[in-house]
Nanobody
Framework: QVQLVESGGGLVHPGGSLRLACAAS????????MGWYRQAPGQERELVAK???????NYPDSVKGRFTISRDNTKNTLYLQMNSLRPEDTAVYYC????????????????WGQGTQVTVSS
């Protein structure tokens, strides 16, 4: 399995920026997809950014042009840079990774982090 730990959340004013990090307990070099999701109270979890194996990156219109997903394989870490933050961005942000298939047995590993709170308020 792989454990994921998000960090970097906090309280910021509208227009501010935050950089979220998702540290994995093992290599993330071999993956199917990696992404960030968010969930506000009373709302369903929604996709924020997704990186697929072929290099395709998807963002919903609500964050397009403001959020950027990236990774650092040497640090086993996935990042989400968030700029021009708005009050409606307030939510718990979760990291999700799907690793594999691995050469040894063809297995797939899927994991979610515990979440980090992002609050955008004046």
């Amino acid at each position: 399995q792989v454990q994921l730990v998000e960090s970097g959340g906090g309280l910021v004013h509208p227009g501010g920026s935050l950089r979220l990090a998702c540290a994995a307990s093992r290599s993330i070099r071999v993956f199917r997809h990696m992404g960030w999701y968010r969930q506000a109270p009373g709302q369903e979890r929604e996709l924020v950014a997704k990186l697929t194996k072929d290099g395709t990156i998807n963002y919903p219109d609500s964050v397009k042009g403001r959020f950027t997903i990236s990774r650092d394989n040497t640090k086993n870490t996935l990042y989400l840079q968030m700029n021009s933050l708005r009050p409606e961005d307030t939510a718990v942000y979760y990291c999700n990774v799907e690793l594999g298939p691995f050469t040894v047995d063809g297995s797939i590993i899927t994991s979610w982090g515990q979440g980090t709170q992002v609050t955008v308020s004046s």
